[in-house]
C-alpha cells in the first residue's frame, strides 16, 4: 500500500524557514512529477510547488515563488521543501502527492506562521 508521509512542520515567526519533507513508500514516484499543496483553514487546499521526475523542471504557485524551493531524491523517494521568508498567510497543512494523478492524501504536516 503506498503512504505519503509529510514532516518537518512546526512553529515558526515571520521570516523564519522550515524545510519540510516527504517519503513515500511503494513506487509513487516513479516516473511521476510530485508536488506540494497546503490547505489553511477554511480554505481549499491549493498547489504550492512541483517537480518533474527528472527534478529538471520546477513550478511554483505564485504566491511563494521566490521564497519557496522544492527538491526531490528519487533513490531515497523523498520531496522536500525549504520555505524561506515565510509568512502569516502561508500558515496551513502542507501535504505532498503526485503532481497530476492523486494518489490517497497522508496526514500532512501543520506549518504555523506567527507575525
Known amino acids: 500500500q503506498v503512504q505519503l508521509v509529510e514532516s518537518g512542520g512546526g512553529l515558526v515567526q515571520a521570516g523564519g524557514s522550515l524545510r519540510l519533507s516527504c517519503a513515500a513508500s511503494g513506487r509513487t514516484f516513479r516516473g511521476n512529477a510530485m508536488a506540494w499543496f497546503r490547505q489553511a483553514p477554511g480554505k481549499e487546499r491549493e498547489f504550492v510547488a512541483g517537480?518533474?521526475?527528472?527534478?529538471?523542471?520546477?513550478s511554483y504557485a505564485d504566491t511563494v515563488k521566490g521564497r519557496f524551493i522544492i527538491s526531490r531524491d528519487n533513490a531515497k523517494n523523498t520531496v522536500a521543501l525549504q520555505m524561506n521568508s515565510l509568512k502569516p498567510e502561508d500558515t496551513a497543512v502542507y501535504y505532498c502527492?503526485?503532481?497530476?494523478?492523486?494518489?490517497?492524501w497522508g496526514q500532512g504536516t501543520q506549518v504555523t506562521v506567527s507575525s
Open positions: 517537480i518533474s521526475w527528472s527534478g529538471g523542471v520546477t
Open positions: 502527492n503526485r503532481q497530476w494523478v492523486f494518489l490517497d
